[in-house]
């Protein structure tokens, strides 16, 4: 009989893709789960892992996880494990994660069901009460049965420098200009003569989900599904010839006029339920504030916290909506697998189902 002092099985889906091979690498360490399958489509079935991939990562592939065949989502249907990370494409997500979901825990980073009313959209340092709309685990397994969902990697970037000021002021209006990674397209993602020398100031569905998940994280647990928060978001998004960071320029409207120093400390001391527990994958600082001559660059600033904070800077009045600052959040760390991992460890948590190697 399985004891909870085990690694939890996990399964990655998609996993030859940028968010799949993000996933391998963090779930290659880690406490908690041990990776135990991996899928990818018909055309890497049967592959060794290292003959499957084309592998982007810094990091060489764990040299274990290298020699594990590569199945089919269908093989994978039968297999002997605890939790899906899901990193398939929307299209192909649909459909896949809900037989999964079935019988285990997914904790996805595809837009497919980022929406539905019973899902929970998940940053695990703003919105973790949302994890009430799973149903408690049965017949002894360790975790719910159910789909979580990884908001789009700006919108993460963007709440979490705005939750500090929605608790410690509140607001009804944001204005938001992103400058997108081009990891943020996946692969083979965007020629180099597209991009090079280039900004293209449109990314397909990127300004619709800004607008609309913010909402949805912001909202309230309410008789089983989310009452949205009361916001409008004007979302312009733009794809710049960086490889990995996504730039967000915001202007919010704060309520009762607070001092600039009021909204420096909210980002300054901000911690939440991930830091209390001590998750794994959470930073010591969720936001960091860098200063009002510091802007955060992308280069420099988006490994901070291992790639899980968001950093902050250039706090100044806004002629518009009051105030306005640059943030900047990793879109393949924080804003997909490290922020899907990060959710994983808090649903593992709340279930009372810590484990350790």
């Not at 994890?131 to 789009?152: D, W």
């Not at 950093?311 to 943030?327: D, H, K, Q």
């Amino acid at each position: 009989m399985k004891t909870w002092n085990e690694p939890l099985r996990a399964a990655v889906l998609g996993a030859t893709g940028t968010v799949g091979q993000r996933f391998v690498t963090l779930l290659a360490e880690h406490p908690w789960f041990e990776l135990t399958a991996l899928a990818a489509s018909e055309r890497s079935a049967g592959k060794a892992y290292r003959d499957a991939v084309t592998w982007i990562q810094t990091r060489p592939i764990d040299d274990t996880v290298a020699a594990m065949p590569v199945q089919t989502i269908d093989e994978l249907m039968d297999g002997d494990f605890d939790i899906v990370f899901s990193a398939l494409d929307a299209g192909v997500a649909k459909d896949i994660e809900p037989r999964f979901a079935r019988r285990c825990l997914v904790v996805t980073n595809a837009s497919a069901h980022r929406m539905d009313a019973d899902v929970p959209l998940l940053v695990p340092e703003v919105n973790p009460d949302h994890l009430s709309l799973l149903s408690p685990p049965e017949g002894g397994k360790p975790l719910p049965a159910g789909i979580v969902a990884n908001p789009n990697c700006s919108t993460i970037g963007l709440v979490l420098a705005l939750k500090p000021l929605a608790d410690a002021f509140g607001f009804e209006r944001i204005s938001v200009v992103t400058l997108q990674a081009v990891s943020g397209a996946g692969l083979p993602g965007i020629s180099s003569y597209q991009i090079l020398d280039n900004v293209i100031p449109w990314i397909s569905s990127e300004e619709e989900k800004l607008e609309i998940e913010t909402g949805k994280i912001l909202g309230r647990v309410d008789g089983g599904t989310i009452e949205p928060a009361e916001v409008a978001v004007s979302a312009q998004c733009n794809r710049v010839p960086v490889v990995d960071g996504h730039t967000l320029c915001v202007s919010v409207d704060l309520k009762g006029e607070p001092a600039m120093e009021d909204v420096r400390e909210a980002w300054r001391s901000f911690r939440a339920e991930p830091q209390e527990r001590g998750l794994p994958s959470a930073p010591a600082q969720p936001t960091v504030y860098l200063g009002d001559d510091e802007p955060p660059q992308t280069r420099v600033h988006r490994d901070l916290g291992q790639g899980m904070t968001t950093s902050i800077g250039r706090l100044r009045e806004c002629p518009i909506l009051g105030y306005r600052f640059v943030a900047l959040s990793h879109n393949t760390l924080r804003g997909a697998a490290g922020g899907a991992l990060l959710a994983a460890e808090l649903a593992v948590a709340r279930c009372g189902r810590q484990t350790a190697r």
